[in-house]
Structures are given as structure tokens and as C-alpha cells.
């Protein structure tokens, strides 16, 4: 009952109109045999005039039934769609939708576009939080540096959740001189949120490393070297570091002048 109940429920137009045409059949038959409705005149046309218009709304009722079942699924597979591209915690979107959100930004620059710029950002010493506080304020603090980081960037740009307390921004249209003031933006602003109010002296600090992207690199390249400028910012907390540019770099990893 429990599986087909589902359908049943789908197709509710359909068996409104089927079982009023079925009472219906039901009451002239038995009036004809209670000698209720003469078998001539005026009244078997009209009779059956309004069963043949009930027969006729029967596949009208199906064919609603179905479109709004049709619609039904297309707003479910779309919700679907945006789950398995949203990270589940903090509502930005994730590595998976990253990656290929950045191999479309690549194509377009490769196609000769503005380029684009990405932000690494990574929360400081975020063990410490769940171990004074608990997972759950440390869950918090990451959906409100989510909320921070939405909030920093314009439309055009994107925030993804990568794992653990690593997000990455992309910037559209920036370079990395563009993006140090939007970076040292959401650096400030994570440094002033009262992330405690219970303990308002306590604060949760960001690191941040930015990488310009260059023609041709490859998204991992890219991100390695976002990744190497946060590196070197972590080793000093709370601050922003910019990767130099591929081109500026030797084989033997050197700065050329």
C-alpha cells in the first residue's frame, strides 16, 4: 500500500474524474431500471452527452496528472542537482563543483578573457575551537566565515567549501592585485566577528594565499600554487600572501628578476 499510495496520489485528477464518471454510469443504470428515466425522448441524449464529455475529461485529467508530475520531477531532479554541488554544512558550494567551475573559467581566459584570480583561505588554529568549545561552535564558526566570505565577494565570483576549514574563492575578472584588498577584506573582517558571544575576547583568525591565473597553467597548478602562498602565510597567521606568477618562475624554482 505504502508504494502505491505515491501514484495514487499523482494521479488524483484523474480518479476524481473516473469515479464521478463511474457514479455517474452507475445512477442512470440503476434509474433506467427503476423505470426512474424513460428509454426515449429527450432525456437518453442528454444522458449520454454528459457520460461521452466525462469520458473525454478522462485523458485531460491524465494528461494534467502527468504534466504536474513532469514539473514535479524537474524541480526535484534540479534540488538534487544543487545538493550534490553545495557542501552540506556551510551551503557554498564544493571541491567537486570548484574543479569544474575553475576548468570553465580556464577555458574562457585560454579563449583570451579576462583572467581570474583564486583566494585560499584557511582558519587558524581551528582545532583549538573544537577543543574549547565543541564541534558544534566549531561547525558554527565555519558557516559564519561561509557567510563572511558570500558576503565579501561580488555575484560574479564564487566561494567553495574544500574540506575541513579550507575554502577557496575565485574571483572573476581579477588579478592577483585585484584580489589582495578583497582577500584583506574578508582577512578584517573574520579578525572583528565575535564568534563566541559568551566569550567575546575570543577571536578565529584566517590565513590567505593568492594565485593569479596564468595561460594555459593547469587548475592543479593553479591551486598548488595558491596553496604554497598560504603556506608561507600560515607560517605567520592571520595574513595574506600572494604566489608569484608561473612565468616568473625557473626550473630551478627561483624567482627570474
Request: charged letters at 20%; one cysteine or more.
Amino acid at each position: 500500500m505504502n508504494l502505491v499510495l505515491p501514484y495514487l496520489v499523482n494521479l488524483r485528477s484523474t480518479l476524481i474524474v473516473a469515479t464521478g464518471l463511474l457514479l455517474y454510469t452507475l445512477i442512470c443504470w440503476l434509474a433506467l431500471n427503476q423505470g426512474l428515466l424513460l428509454a426515449d425522448g429527450l432525456f437518453i441524449p442528454v444522458i449520454f452527452g454528459i457520460w461521452a464529455v466525462g469520458l473525454m475529461l478522462v485523458p485531460l485529467a491524465l494528461l494534467a496528472d502527468f504534466s504536474r508530475r513532469y514539473r514535479n520531477l524537474k524541480v526535484t531532479l534540479k534540488r538534487l542537482q544543487q545538493l550534490a554541488l553545495r557542501d552540506d554544512l556551510t551551503g557554498v558550494n564544493n571541491r567537486r563543483h570548484l574543479i569544474d567551475y575553475l576548468q570553465r573559467q580556464k577555458a574562457a581566459v585560454d579563449r583570451g578573457g579576462p583572467t581570474f584570480s583564486i583566494c585560499y583561505a584557511d582558519l587558524d588554529h581551528f582545532k583549538q575551537t573544537n577543543d574549547l568549545y565543541g564541534h558544534v561552535a566549531g561547525d558554527q564558526v565555519l558557516q559564519a566565515f561561509a557567510e563572511l566570505a558570500a558576503a565579501t565577494v561580488r555575484d560574479v565570483d564564487f566561494v567553495a567549501r574544500i574540506g575541513g576549514e579550507e575554502f577557496v574563492l575565485v574571483l572573476a575578472g581579477a588579478s592577483a592585485r585585484d584580489a589582495y584588498p578583497v582577500a584583506e577584506r574578508l582577512r578584517h573582517g573574520m579578525l572583528n566577528m565575535v564568534v563566541r558571544p559568551g566569550d567575546p575576547a575570543y577571536r578565529v583568525t584566517v590565513s590567505l594565499g593568492i594565485a593569479q591565473y596564468c595561460n594555459e597553467e593547469d587548475v592543479d597548478e593553479l591551486l598548488h600554487r595558491a596553496d604554497v602562498a598560504l603556506y608561507q602565510a600560515k607560517k605567520y597567521r592571520n595574513c595574506t600572501e600572494i604566489a608569484p606568477s608561473v612565468r616568473m618562475v625557473g626550473s630551478t624554482g627561483k624567482l627570474h628578476a
